[in-house]
């Protein structure tokens, strides 16, 4: 019985040791690694089986040394990262980088990854990667929804969408994002404005305007002007 306190506490130090261990080698330490699903547990099945093959295949090929078929890699990234393995889904992505880093739909993946991982400066620069390869709305709307988690740096969302005018031009979401935008800061005739052009463009554009009109009344009744 007198060896049962000196074994407690060994027994104290070694699991604190592992713990300190642990938190001070994992590369995802403070982060989300796992996030749940909502798929039947036959969808579940049928990606597991995907993955595992996908990355069967990738390790036979890196064994055989030659070049795996990258898209295998997305495969099993997009499968990780469905079936909520968000750890493995990134380290999927980053070695598929090694191969091919100008595919701006996988760095808009990848950022989406690392966005449910809360990996927000990493995020962001996923997505102003995908951004430059290809100007697209999507990466856009993704780049905006991780700069305005931020409140110091919602001026920084006028500037995206001032960019994403230049480079694409005006569209019903930008005018409509753009009189969002002012109406939160109290600009309230500006926010009219665009959302009148939104609402032109889609009128042009045959679609529906219901939403917008809806906005520019709300705005018309609650907006406080600077």
């Known amino acids: 019985m007198k060896k049962l306190p000196f074994i407690l506490a060994t027994i104290v ?118 951004l430059q390869l290809a100007p697209m709305e999507e990466f856009y709307r993704d780049l905006i929804q991780v700069v305005s988690r931020d409140e110091s740096r919602t001026s920084e969302v006028e500037a995206i969408l001032f960019e994403y005018i230049d480079t694409i031009g005006q569209t019903q979401w930008a005018m409509v994002q753009l009189g969002t935008w002012y109406a939160q800061d109290g600009q309230c005739q500006k926010a009219l404005d665009h959302y009148n052009v939104a609402l032109t463009i889609a009128k042009n554009e045959g679609g529906s305007v219901e939403a917008i009109e809806q906005d520019m009344d709300a705005i018309e009744q609650t907006c406080v002007e600077k």
């Open 13 to 130: 130090i070694v699991v604190a040791g592992g713990y300190w261990i642990y938190n001070t080698t994992n590369p995802y330490r403070g982060l989300v690694t796992h996030m749940d699903v909502q798929s039947d547990p036959e969808t579940v099945v049928t990606l597991q089986q995907q993955l595992s093959q996908a990355l069967s295949s990738i390790s036979a090929s890196k064994q055989a040394d030659q070049r795996p078929d990258l898209n295998l890699y997305e495969i099993a990234g997009l499968n990780a990262y469905y079936l909520g393995d968000l750890a493995q889904a990134r380290e999927i992505y980053e070695e598929y980088f090694t191969y091919n880093s100008i595919n701006p739909a996988a760095w808009s993946t990848y950022g989406n990854i690392l966005y449910h991982m809360e990996d927000w400066v990493n995020a962001e620069s996923a997505y102003r990667t995908a």
